[in-house]
């Protein structure tokens, strides 16, 4: 299985931990992946802005880079959102329409796909606290968002189950946004530092030794307001600790 791995640019801006860490999982896993080098942004925060014809040229590359593979995976539910969702500014080809149906979130990747549930190589001996992102939560289906009235289920909790000495912990609001939102924590700062300051307060008196998530984004957000109130909690993408990183 041929895999083509998309890492969105503020993960190798800020994180490059994280990209590393995929890589090494999906090899871990006996998969042929890929880094397309020339690979930058899929076009998202241009679409978020209501420039969405701006995002034409991210997209073309996009669809250079990564036709061919039978997969591609990326770290970020917000990006494969973006993918799946809106790469419209440029002509719906075939060949797009089948790039954009193959992108895949790692966490749903490695759940519905894959089908692992067992990291034998990973331990991690912490108090954990899960964030759902919005765009995972409600539009990738990683869990049941608590509004709805389905049976309860969580991919990357089963995920996380399959490494030795981790405890999940819940806090109270659980699938509550955490404020980050790209545009909407520039335009409006206020409300997204307060929504973030209310996730981490509620991770940390939930006793979460570690806040994880699969989108870093929002794991950025609620790590700058952690240290502006002076709370201990830490943050880790989930790949990390699959891929068996240690704290």
């Not at 890492?7 to 006996?30: K, N, V």
């Not at 998530?213 to 709370?231: I, T, Y």
Request: proline content about 6%; some cysteine.
């Amino acid at each position: 299985m041929r895999i083509g791995l998309f890492i969105p640019c503020y993960i190798d801006a800020f994180h490059p931990e994280i990209g590393i860490a995929t890589l090494e999982l999906l090899e871990r896993l006996g998969l042929d992946v890929t880094y397309p080098p020339d690979q930058t942004c899929c076009g998202q925060p241009m679409t978020n802005s209501g420039f969405h014809r701006e995002s034409a040229a991210a997209e073309s590359l996009f669809l250079r880079n990564f036709t061919g593979f039978d997969y591609v995976v990326a770290p970020s539910g917000s990006c494969v959102q973006q993918v799946r969702e809106h790469m419209t500014a440029i002509p719906q080809t075939e060949a797009l329409r089948d790039l954009r149906s193959r992108t895949f979130e790692l966490v749903e990747f490695l759940h519905d796909v894959l089908e692992v549930r067992e990291f034998p190589w990973a331990e991690f001996p912490h108090k954990v606290g899960y964030h759902y992102s919005c765009n995972t939560l409600r539009n990738l289906g990683h869990a049941r968002p608590s509004e709805l009235n389905l049976p309860d289920f969580s991919k990357p909790l089963d995920l996380l189950r399959g490494v030795r000495g981790i405890e999940v912990v819940t806090p109270a609001r659980h699938d509550e946004c955490c404020g980050f939102g790209g545009t909407f924590a520039v335009t409006e700062p206020d409300v997204s530092v307060r929504m973030g300051q209310d996730k981490v307060r509620n991770h940390s008196q939930a006793g979460a030794e570690y806040i994880v998530s699969a989108d870093s984004s929002c794991l950025l957000h609620q790590q700058g307001c952690a240290e502006r109130m002076g709370l201990p909690v830490k943050f880790i993408h989930i790949a990390q600790i699959l891929n068996g990183d240690m704290a």
